[in-house]
């Protein structure tokens, strides 16, 4: 059962340019979301939150967008950067309910020189 | 910066054995996990870990697996007879009291099962 699903495998985007990873889920019961970035040989750390009470959370370069009645988020990143180059991860929680964060599969970003 | 550490970076062993991964989460965290990811899949849930108890678990946690936080600073994941499907990277993470699902990740044990 895939609540959180990311379509994408990977994505390839100019450097300079604006990066949008998409991500669904199923479960109307989430209520927070978060991107991890995930480099090789590393732990997935943290890079930006939304709350469902918002629509829309800006943190330099980074902009997460959430639309509830489609059950949809992105996050762009603007403009792309060559360290930008890694896994991102969309994670989805009910928060005070369930003590667990639900991750998708993963997109891979590539920044193309 | 505080940071989760994980031991062993990488560890192989023989189908049945046991093995324990370690963790150490930043020292004023609350809340402890273990995710796993097998090669080229998503990050998976497998453990919470809070007041001294599992507080959520999920299918693949099963009888196999077991955690425990012996002596206040580390947390421990114990695979009693690994299987080949065990094969994975494992991560430990910790989060604080107040801070909404922010996990912070160790670097993962690699784990190979032969």
């Known amino acids: 059962d895939q609540q959180v699903k990311q379509n994408s495998p990977s994505l390839s985007v100019q450097e300079g340019r604006i990066s949008i990873l998409n991500c669904d889920y199923t479960?109307?019961?989430?209520?927070?979301f978060l991107w991890y970035k995930k480099y090789p040989a590393e732990g997935p750390t943290f890079l930006i939150s939304?709350?469902?009470?918002?629509d829309k959370n800006e943190d330099g370069r980074f902009t997460v967008f959430l639309n509830k009645s489609a059950k949809h988020l992105s996050l762009h990143i603007v403009p792309s950067q060559p360290g930008d180059s890694a896994v991102y991860f969309c994670?989805?929680?009910?928060?005070?309910?369930?003590?667990?964060?639900?991750f998708g599969k993963g997109t891979r970003l590539h920044i193309l020189p | 910066e505080p940071e989760v550490t994980q031991t062993p970076s990488h560890q192989v062993t023989q189908m049945g054995q046991e093995v324990i991964l370690r963790c150490v989460p930043i020292?004023?965290?609350?809340?402890f996990y273990w995710y796993r990811q097998i090669l080229g899949q998503k990050v998976e849930f497998l453990v919470s870990?809070?007041?001294?108890?599992?507080?959520?678990k999920s299918e693949i946690f099963d009888d196999q697996f077991s955690v425990e936080r012996p002596d206040g600073s580390n947390f421990t994941l114990k695979i009693r007879s690994t299987k080949l499907e065990d094969s994975a990277m494992y991560f430990c993470?910790?989060?604080?009291?107040?801070?909404?699902?922010?996990?912070?990740f160790g670097e993962g044990s690699r784990l190979t099962v032969l």
């Open positions: 994670a989805a929680s009910v928060v005070n309910r369930d003590d667990k964060i639900i």
């Open positions: 939304i709350s469902s009470i918002k």
């Open positions: 479960n109307s019961m989430f209520d927070y």
């Open positions: 870990f809070y007041n001294n108890e599992i507080s959520e």
């Open positions: 993470a910790s989060r604080d009291r107040g801070i909404t699902g922010e996990l912070f």
């Open positions: 020292s004023n965290h609350l809340y």
